[in-house]
């Protein structure tokens, strides 16, 4: 007797999760968490020339996508698991939202974070009312140690993307998107782990499959890339997007992105930096770096996005105020706002004075003056001076640099 034949279907593993999970998701977390705006930004789009739609999930509660996730697997939990409490690892979106909707259901929480966790992130999950253990130096480390915590305490792990109800969660975020545009032709999302992009993906690919998902990673982990390669991921470093420094994809969401993403695109830090600098100024909107790893793709590959209506999920606000500052800084420097000069001169009374004049006189700020009489390359009857000044943009920069070369200050280069 013949077997039977086997078709593709009997064959094909099921998917993880459904569009009829992500339904449910919506109806259980309706009403507790924000149905976030969904913006055109005219100003982005000239810039990258694509029609840039942001979705603004940082403006969440707790800053952070990942309320959706969180509360939608707290919601699946028996009148049992939730009197024993909970446990989760992460460097902090998943940790705050974890700890407030836990919180807010009488339900105890208990957080592992790895040691360099932004410490905005760890104040706020505390102040969500959840037991905070700071261990190890990697997610990794954090993970294993909150796996023995869930054993040794029998508490439940919500785990902060390979979870059927924590990616249905984040799904809702597409059904959202659905709901408010009539049409669109890509999407572009963060990928860390994959539950966000993931649930975006179900949502998206199940009602309307000629939209593309495109992920984005930074460079130093460039997890999903690998995965996708069926190669190891070489991965570390300190990234600005530390919010998704993973360095392994879940294994639910990589079955479920291998079926439906478009393409990962890999983001150098400076188009982060850039991105994030760009929400604020532009959209006055903090994004942290991980959140900001849309629009740095659509910096970093402008020919792919090119007159496409595309759709952005900043995903995050949760930055450090200094990193924040640094990095609002930086892009001062890069678009020669703020630049160093050198000059070197007789040392003699009345030589700051004058070369502090001349950059006074045409519109220039000096914000810090360093002075050197020891310098080697300096002559011993010579004087180097350091100066930081602050400028409307690159060609005020060049005019002052000018002047000071007419007076007899010609700056050196200051490496």
């Known amino acids: 007797m013949s077997a039977k ?14 569009m009829a999970d992500i339904e449910a998701a919506a109806k259980a977390i309706a009403g507790k968490v924000e149905n976030t705006p969904l913006r055109y930004s005219r100003t982005l789009s000239e810039i990258t020339g694509a029609q840039v739609w942001i979705k603004f999930e940082n403006l969440q509660f707790t800053a952070s996508f990942k309320e959706r996730g969180a509360l939608n697997k707290l919601l699946s939990l028996s009148n049992s698991e939730k009197a024993a409490g909970v446990v989760a690892m992460s460097a902090g979106n998943h940790a705050q939202g974890v700890a407030y909707h836990a919180s807010r259901l009488g339900i105890p929480s208990t957080i592992v974070m790895p ?3 932004p410490f905005v992130k ?12 700071i261990h190890g130096d990697t997610l990794a480390d954090a993970d294993a140690h909150a796996r023995g915590l869930e054993k040794s305490q029998g508490l439940t792990f919500v785990h902060p993307f390979d979870d059927p109800h924590v990616i249905a969660g984040q799904g809702t975020i597409g059904l959202e998107i659905m709901d408010e545009l009539a049409d669109f032709d890509a999407v572009v999302v963060s990928v860390g782990g994959g ?22 990673e930074p460079a130093l982990y460039p997890s999903l890339s690998a995965e996708l390669r069926g190669e190891e991921a070489k991965v570390g470093g300190a990234t600005i997007a530390e919010g998704i420094a993973v360095k392994k994809v879940g294994r639910l969401t990589a079955q479920i992105l291998r079926q439906l993403m478009e393409k990962v695109i890999v983001v150098e830090e400076d188009a982060l930096e850039r991105a994030v600098t760009l929400f604020v100024t532009v959209e006055k909107t903090v994004a942290e770096g991980a959140g900001a790893a849309g629009l740095a793709a659509l910096l970093a590959e ?13 995903s995050g606000g949760n930055i450090d105020t200094r990193l924040l500052a640094s990095v609002l800084t930086r892009s001062l420097v ?25 950059i006074g006189d045409n519109g220039g700020n000096i914000i810090e003056v360093n002075h050197n009489r020891l310098a080697l390359d300096v002559p011993a009857k010579g004087a180097e001076f350091d100066i930081t000044i602050e400028t409307r943009d690159a ?6 640099i000018d002047a000071l070369t007419s007076a007899g200050f010609p700056p050196r280069p200051h490496t």
């Open 5 to 18: 034949p086997v078709s593709v279907a009997e064959t094909a593993p099921s998917p993880p999760v459904t």
């Open 115 to 117: 040691k360099g966790t």
């Open 122 to 133: 760890v104040e706020h999950t505390r102040n969500f009312g959840a037991n905070v253990i």
């Open 195 to 216: 539950g966000l992009s993931a649930g975006i993906a179900t949502a998206i690919k199940s009602r309307r499959p000629a939209v593309a998902i495109y992920g984005v």
């Open 302 to 314: 402008p020919e792919l996005f090119r007159n496409r209506k595309v759709v952005v999920i900043l």
């Open 334 to 358: 890069r678009e020669k706002r703020i630049t160093s000069i050198r000059i070197i001169g007789n040392d003699q009374p009345g030589l700051l004075a004058s070369v502090s004049t001349v």
């Open 395 to 400: 060609r005020h920069t060049q005019e002052i």
